[in-house]
């Protein structure tokens, strides 16, 4: 971890590479880590850059998008359904 930390590596970077390891893993605990190996001065976490974190939280948005679609659509269906079996 403190190896790609000093190569640059951002927090989210490691975790990523560490899942690619089949090591389960927060960045929190990540981060944790990191701060408790390195003196206070060498310490500055590297963040994800603005563009990656508002790419996470479109696609987070569009996801939720899309539940709340599927169930306006599965209640249309229904409505339509019943009044189908009405006439």
Not at 34 to 56: G, W, Y
């Amino acid at each position: 971890i403190l190896q790609l930390y000093h190569k640059n590596y951002k927090v989210e970077q490691i975790q990523e590479y560490l899942k690619s390891q089949k090591i389960e893993i927060g960045t929190r605990r990540i981060y944790k880590f990191i701060k408790q190996n390195l003196s206070e001065k060498n310490f500055s976490l590297k963040t994800p850059s603005a563009k990656s974190t508002s790419e996470k939280n479109e696609t987070q948005s569009v996801a939720k998008s899309d539940k709340q679609n599927t169930k306006a659509i599965n209640a249309y269906k229904a409505k339509m359904q019943k009044i189908a079996k009405k006439d």
